[in-house]
T-cell receptor, first 118, second 114 residues
């Protein structure tokens, strides 16, 4: 079974600063995806960014980027120019995939509560 | 677009009662999922359905059953509710299973078992 660990229960930064959220995972699988989801107080689960394990290039989505270190099993999220609307719970998640297609569901970490201060 | 719709949004049950949580998606997605979220925890997979008529157990299936008779609907049943099942339940769907197919989540159902 896979495990996902987020070691920072809560982080607080000033608006416009850059913040990095940590995530490590444990797996013996070679084929998988990693994700960051955002959950604001509205409780919605919003996909922020995803990374396929076999791709060495780090994924980026506007102000969001990841640092994927496969050997270290680390998948951190960097938010640049943070905004008040970035305040939310952030969850790192793992998905095992199969070479013939298909995948298991998501395995989530416990989350990091990110607070952006004005 | 409605996306993924969960009903009800809130429910209070007594121990031992049964109920069904409903999930509907209008995106013609093949795969659907049920997760639960407890305080201080991420979401945990209960059951999923890769396609209409098929279901598989996830990480925490005990005490639950599911039904996927129609492509657009995925039902989660609690036969005899227990206080340990107090949680927020999320349904999700994706076009296919796989990491390149993002999961779209509903807004959740908050369930309290007294």
């Amino acid at each position: 079974a896979q495990t996902v660990t987020q070691s920072q229960p809560e982080m607080s930064v000033q608006e416009a600063e850059t913040v990095t959220l940590s995530c490590t995972y444990d797996t013996s699988e070679n084929n998988y995806y990693l994700f960051w989801y955002k959950q604001p107080p509205s409780r919605q689960m919003i996909l922020v960014i995803r990374q396929e394990a076999y791709k060495q290039q780090n994924a980026t989505e506007n102000r969001f980027s990841v640092n994927f270190q496969k050997a270290a099993k680390s998948f951190s999220l960097k938010i640049s120019d943070s905004q008040l609307g970035d305040t939310a719970m952030y969850f790192c998640a793992f998905m095992k995939t199969y070479s013939g297609g298909g995948a298991d569901g998501l395995t989530f970490g416990k989350g990091t509560h990110l607070i952006i201060q004005p | 677009n409605a996306g993924v719709t969960q009903t009800p949004k809130f429910q209070v049950l007594k121990t031992g009662q049964s109920m069904t949580l409903q999930c509907a998606q209008d995106m013609n997605h093949n795969s659907m999922y049920w997760y639960r979220q407890d305080p201080g925890m991420g979401l945990r997979l209960i059951y999923y359905s890769a396609s209409e008529g098929t279901t598989d157990k996830g990480e925490v299936p005990d005490g639950y059953n599911v039904s996927r008779l129609k492509k657009q609907n995925f039902l989660l049943g609690l036969e005899s509710a227990a206080p340990s099942q107090t949680s927020v339940y999320f349904c999700a769907s994706s076009y296919l299973t796989g990491g390149n197919q993002p999961q779209h989540f509903g807004d959740g159902t908050r369930l309290s078992i007294l």
